[in-house]
């Protein structure tokens, strides 16, 4: 008889991973997996591969060596027509929210709905105002990207990564550029949506005070050894680092305010 307990598939796996430039390596020996609904952090020092690896994961650089699984799929074997159609299941923010400048929010987040779906317009122009309604942007829809704040920009990408329903975000540095108070806005934004949509969020950040609050798990990767040496939530490796880089970077912060007091 088959038994009725079930274990929680990852929805992301990586394994084995190895990326870099042509013959360049970047890092090599990933390993981890991202839970469904969790927020996952990317992290370590400038220069060890952070942005590489989420390239890699979203689908704009073939790793050297490994694999990454999307649920049981595996994202780089697949013909390039699949890769693309589970490319659909994936929204992304990168660090300057890529906005069309010549194309107002609403339009903006209208574009991949009318490229990837058969939707009527009318239908299309609900969901726009959906989407900016979840992250707090209906004012903006007739407003153009010169119009914003550093803090609306995000937003509005934001709402432009989720027009397809994602069932992952990835963010590039979300909160660079923003002052403290918009960019603890976005951290309860997205947190909002996690908890409400249930999106799984892949997330690199420098922002420490960002990652405490918002990642349940992370892996960092060191430049020099080039290859992950810690894996946890930002918190459990700031509380209990394993090692001397781990603990110089998550307690950076505090070196940092003392050295602008002196
Ligand atoms: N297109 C490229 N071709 C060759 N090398 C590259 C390319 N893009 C980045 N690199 C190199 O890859 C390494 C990792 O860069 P990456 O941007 O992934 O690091 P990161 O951890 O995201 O850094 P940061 O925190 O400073 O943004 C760096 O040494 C960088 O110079």
């Known amino acids: 008889m088959m038994s009725?307990?079930?274990?929680?598939?990852?929805?992301?796996?990586?394994?084995?991973?190895?990326?870099?430039?042509?013959p360049k390596l970047i890092q090599k020996n990933i390993n981890f997996t991202v839970k469904k609904g969790s927020i996952f952090a990317l992290m370590g020092g400038s220069g060890c591969g952070k942005s590489t690896l989420l390239k890699s994961m979203i689908g704009l650089l073939p790793p050297q060596k490994g694999n990454f699984f999307f649920k049981n799929e595996d994202y780089?074997?697949?013909?390039?027509?699949?890769?693309?159609k589970i490319a659909h299941k994936f929204g992304v923010l990168f660090q300057s929210a890529a906005l069309w400048s010549s194309m107002t929010v609403g339009e903006n987040i209208a574009l991949?709905?009318?490229?990837?779906?058969?939707?009527?317009?009318?239908?299309i122009q609900r969901l726009v105002e959906l989407k900016l309604g979840l992250v707090g942007m209906?004012?903006?829809?007739?407003?153009?990207?010169?119009?914003?704040?550093?803090?609306?920009?995000?937003?509005?990408?934001?709402?432009?990564a989720l027009a397809l329903d994602p069932e992952v975000l990835f963010f590039d540095e979300p909160s660079a550029g923003l002052d403290p108070i918009t960019s603890k806005r976005l951290d309860d934004l997205i947190l909002n949506l996690r908890n409400g949509l249930g999106t799984t969020i892949v997330i690199v950040s420098h922002e420490l005070p960002s990652l405490f609050t918002i990642a349940d798990d992370g892996i960092f990767m060191d430049a020099q050894t080039k290859t992950p040496i810690a894996y946890g939530s930002p918190k459990a490796l700031r509380d209990n680092p394993p090692c001397e880089q781990v603990n110089d970077f998550m307690h950076r912060q505090r070196f940092d305010q003392l050295k602008q007091k002196d």
């Open 4 to 22: 009725n307990i079930t274990t929680e598939q990852p929805l992301l796996s990586v394994k084995n991973l190895q990326i870099g430039y042509g």
């Open 76 to 84: 780089w074997q697949a013909s390039k027509n699949h890769r693309i």
């Open 112 to 123: 991949p709905l009318q490229l990837f779906t058969d939707l009527s317009p009318t239908m």
């Open 138 to 160: 209906d004012h903006a829809i007739n407003l153009y990207p010169s119009e914003l704040s550093g803090g609306m920009k995000k937003r509005c990408g934001l709402a432009r």
